[in-house]
């Protein structure tokens, strides 16, 4: 059947995806019940590794590994996000999208285009005849994911816990990994994907490289898109006047796990060339000079910004 419609199942997952996600959507849109679309998202990447493997039928060693790591990352991701939006309720993001049929359209598109680019290099591996003997780039693409496959659900469970207790309520998670990157979630889930890229390359010739467009693909959109950018705004709005959050967002690196205290002594345009501190993340963050942390009647913790 795959091979059919195309030699690599670009097309048969292409096609696969948009009925899986158009089904979420017209679900979403007919009832505003926006809690599966995570559920949505993470089950399709399952749903196209374990099609293509078995419409393959190849049964190669690093098919069924590559396979074996987007069932486990998708399942977990599923799972832990539809447990955590049916405990805390509505998903946020869609507030400007429930009426709204054009942005929810939109939005579902989108999710269907990031599903198919970021499987290709699995699609594309389990769609190949070629089983070179294994070599160091595997074993490197399988470390990659494992630790970024630990990072992810360590710093997720961490988060979980966080807001869970009472204490913490109304302020921002600075536990476990948190202390180290202000989205280690994020980290973990690149690196992983970038893991599995690398672990595909042995059977990548020409135009098969191109797969690479998914670790992109996904890198660009975590950084700049729908990721780290949103996250940011939403936390600098709620803590940008709070003295210990200011502290934190200016110590603790926005991706990649670093010590504070390295961290906190590096040069701005260092932490931007290297380490993605781009200015993007600071729209919403007011400057030391527009706070006031006590007004004049002496109300502790108020906050203006002058001018």
């Known amino acids: 059947m795959g091979t059919v419609i195309d030699s690599h199942f670009l097309a048969l997952t292409a096609i696969i995806t948009f009925a899986y996600q158009l089904l979420f959507f017209i679900i979403t849109a007919l009832l505003k019940f926006d809690k599966v679309t995570d559920f949505a998202g993470s089950t399709n990447f399952v749903i196209i590794a374990v099609l293509t493997f078995v419409i393959k039928g190849s049964w190669h060693f690093r098919q069924i590994i590559l396979t074996l790591f987007v069932v486990l990352w998708g399942l977990r991701l599923a799972f832990f996000l539809l447990l955590r939006i049916i405990q805390w309720g509505e998903d946020r993001r869609f507030d400007q999208m429930r009426n709204n049929l054009g942005k929810l359209a939109i939005f579902w598109i989108f999710q269907a285009v990031w599903v198919w680019a970021v499987s290709l290099p699995v699609t594309v591996v389990n769609a190949t005849d070629r089983n070179p003997f294994l070599q160091s780039v595997d074993l490197i693409g399988w470390l990659m994911w494992a630790v970024g496959f630990m990072i992810e659900g360590t710093a997720d469970q961490q988060k ?5 207790s009472p204490e913490n309520r109304g302020k921002w998670c600075n536990a476990g990994l948190w202390k180290y990157t202000r989205h280690p979630n994020y980290f973990g889930e690149i690196l992983l994907w970038w893991g599995i890229f690398v672990a595909s390359t042995p059977i990548l010739d020409r135009a098969e490289w191109l797969v690479i467009i998914g670790p992109i693909f996904l890198t660009l959109l975590l950084l700049f898109i729908s990721g780290i950018p949103l996250l940011e705004e939403s936390a600098d709005k709620k803590f940008g006047n709070v003295d210990g959050y200011r502290v934190y967002k200016q110590r603790t ?3 990649i796990p670093l010590p ?3 961290y906190g ?5 260092f932490k931007s060339v290297f380490l993605f501190e781009f200015p993007l993340y600071s729209r919403n963050f007011p400057p030391e000079e527009q706070i006031w942390y006590r007004t004049s009647s002496g109300k502790s913790g108020d906050a203006m910004k002058i001018g």
Do not use: E, Y
């Open 265 to 269: 002594k590096l040069p701005t345009w």
């Open 253 to 255: 690196s926005p991706l």
């Open 260 to 262: 504070p205290a390295v």
């Open 160 to 164: 979980l816990n966080f807001k869970r």
